[in-house]
C-alpha cells in the first residue's frame, strides 16, 4: 500500500521529502485570463464564468436574508451544536492570542509601544463542490471578529440550483460575516482583489483551495494584494515508535489521504512491524470509505520510512516540515519539544490530526509544501498590522539628540539632524 523505505542515508533524505512540484504552466494563462475578464467586465464576466465552470445562471450573487433565515431551518440540531462547540473552543484559544502593547520607556522622557489593528477590509474563499470546507468558515472568521476587521466578505461555489450549502451560511452568520457570495473558483479571487459591482475589493485574502484558486492566489499577490500564505496540498506526517497503536496511524493517514489524491502522506517509525501492520491495516480500513478512489491515489504516492534510532526520525521529520504532525511515541512530549518544524501538532494516541481540523481550538489553516520551515498557520495576527508609536517630552528629545545627529550626519542625511535641532535652538 504505502512504499516502505528502510534505514535511508542521509544523502537520500531530499529525495524522500520531496513533494511532487504542481505545474501551473498549462494553467497559468487561463487563470490570468479570468482575473482579467472580472477586472475588466466586473459582475458581468462572474456571470459568464459561474455559468461556464459551475454550470449555474445565477440572477444575483449576495445571499439573501431569506437564504440565511432558511439555513437556519435546514440544518439538523447535532450539526449545529457542533458547529458551535467548535465555534467556542476555536474562539477561546484564539482570545489568548490578543496582545496589549504596553508603552515602554527606552530613556527617560522617550516611551514607544505597539498597537495590533484590524486589517479593513478581509475576503474569505471556502470550497464547496464535493467537500463544503464549513468549517474553515470558524477558523477564519473568528480570527477577523477577534482582530477587528471592519469588513469581512466570503465567496464560496454555488450547488448546481444557485445555492450555498446551509452549512456554511449557517456557519458565517454564526460568526458575523454578513456579506455571503456565490462565486467559486478564479473568479472569486478576481473578485475580491479587484473589485466589482456587487463585490468589495478586499485587502487581504484567505482561505484554500484547489490548484486554480491557488494560482490565482500567487498572482493577485503580485498585483499589491495581500494573501494568507502559499499553499499546496494538503499533507500529514506521523512519527511512530513501537509503543503506536497501528490501527489508530493507519486512521490518522487515511484522514488526510481522503482529502484528494495529492494530499501528502508520511509515516516516519522506529519499527518495522508497526509499519507492516499499519499497511495491511490500510487496505481493510480503506475499503470502508466512501472516498475511497482518491484516498487509495494519495497512498500510492505515500511513503513509509523506517529509521534506526528516534534521533533521526526527529531529524528526518524536522527537515519535512510538515502541514500535520502526530508524535505517537512513548516519550511524546519529550519528543514535540525537539520539532522545530511544523504546521501543527498532535501529542500522543489520543490527538488525532482531525480533532485540530475541526474543533479542539487551534487553527486549522496551515502551511503545506515545507512552509512551514518558515511561515506560521494563520491566527489573530494574520488578520492585523502592528503599528508602533512613539512620544517625546522636550527633555528625553534632549537626552537623544546627540546620538540621532551624530547618526544622521554620517549617513549624509542633513535634514534629518536639523529635524532634531530645530526643536532644540
Known amino acids: 500500500m504505502m512504499n516502505i523505505i528502510q534505514f535511508p542515508e542521509k544523502s537520500s533524505w531530499q529525495a524522500i521529502i520531496k513533494r511532487p512540484v ?18 475588466q467586465g466586473g459582475d458581468k464576466a462572474i456571470g459568464q464564468y459561474t455559468l461556464e465552470f459551475d454550470g449555474v ?38 482570545l489568548t492570542q490578543v496582545s496589549q502593547g504596553l508603552p515602554i520607556e527606552t530613556m527617560p522622557g522617550i516611551s514607544c509601544w505597539r498597537k495590533s489593528v484590524g486589517i479593513d477590509k478581509v475576503g474569505l474563499y471556502i470550497p464547496g463542490g464535493s467537500a463544503p470546507l464549513f468549517s474553515t468558515i470558524l477558523m477564519l472568521g ?44 478564479v473568479q472569486a479571487i478576481a473578485a475580491m482583489a479587484y473589485g466589482t459591482e456587487t463585490v468589495p475589493a478586499v485587502y487581504k485574502i484567505f482561505g484554500p483551495g484547489n490548484q486554480y484558486v491557488t494560482a490565482a492566489k ?34 490518522d493517514l487515511l484522514s488526510q489521504a481522503e482529502h484528494g489524491a495529492d494530499s501528502q502522506v508520511l509515516l516516519v517509525s522506529t519499527s518495522k512491524q508497526l509499519i507492516d501492520e499499519v499497511n495491511q491495516l490500510l487496505v481493510s480500513q480503506l ?32 527537515e519535512y516540515a510538515a502541514e500535520h504532525l502526530i508524535i505517537a511515541c512513548q516519550n511524546a512530549n519529550e519528543i514535540a519539544e525537539q520539532i522545530s518544524n511544523a504546521g501543527s ?4 494516541n489520543y490527538s488525532p490530526e482531525s480533532v485540530g481540523d475541526y474543533a479542539s481550538g487551534t487553527n486549522h489553516t496551515l502551511p503545506t509544501n515545507a512552509y512551514a520551515r518558515m511561515y506560521s498557520g494563520v491566527s489573530v495576527d494574520s488578520f492585523v498590522k502592528k503599528i508602533t508609536f512613539q512620544q517625546l517630552t522636550k527633555e528625553g528629545l534632549t537626552a537623544i539628540a546627540k546620538t540621532v545627529e551624530t547618526m544622521a550626519e554620517a549617513e549624509g542625511l542633513q535634514a534629518h539632524a536639523e529635524a532634531v535641532r530645530i526643536r532644540l535652538k
Open 218 to 251: 500567487q498572482m493577485v499577490q503580485l498585483s499589491g494584494i495581500s494573501i494568507d500564505m502559499p499553499a499546496g496540498p494538503s499533507e500529514v506526517c506521523v512519527l511512530a515508535d513501537d509503543s503506536a497503536i497501528p490501527d489508530y496511524v493507519a486512521a
Open 142 to 185: 473568528i480570527p477577523a471578529q477577534i482582530a477587528g476587521c471592519k469588513q469581512v466578505i466570503l465567496c464560496s461555489p454555488p450547488n448546481k440550483n444557485g445555492d450555498l450549502h446551509p452549512a456554511i451560511i449557517y456557519a458565517a452568520n454564526l460568526v458575523g460575516i454578513k456579506l455571503l457570495f456565490k462565486i467559486g473558483g
Open 287 to 318: 475499503a470502508l470509505l466512501p472516498r475511497k478512489e482518491l484516498a487509495l491515489k494519495a497512498l500510492q504516492n505515500s511513503r513509509a520510512v523506517l529509521m534506526s534510532s528516534i534521533s533521526d526520525a526527529v531529524e528526518l521529520v524536522n
Open 345 to 348: 501538532v498532535f501529542i500522543g
Open 57 to 94: 445562471s445565477l440572477e444575483g450573487f449576495q445571499v439573501t436574508e431569506a437564504e440565511i433565515r432558511n439555513a437556519q431551518l435546514q440544518l439538523d440540531l447535532d450539526l449545529k451544536e457542533a458547529i458551535e462547540t467548535a465555534a467556542k473552543n476555536i474562539r477561546k484559544f484564539h
Open 22 to 39: 504542481a505545474d501551473y504552466n498549462d494553467l497559468n494563462d487561463k487563470v490570468a485570463a479570468v482575473l482579467n475578464g472580472v477586472k
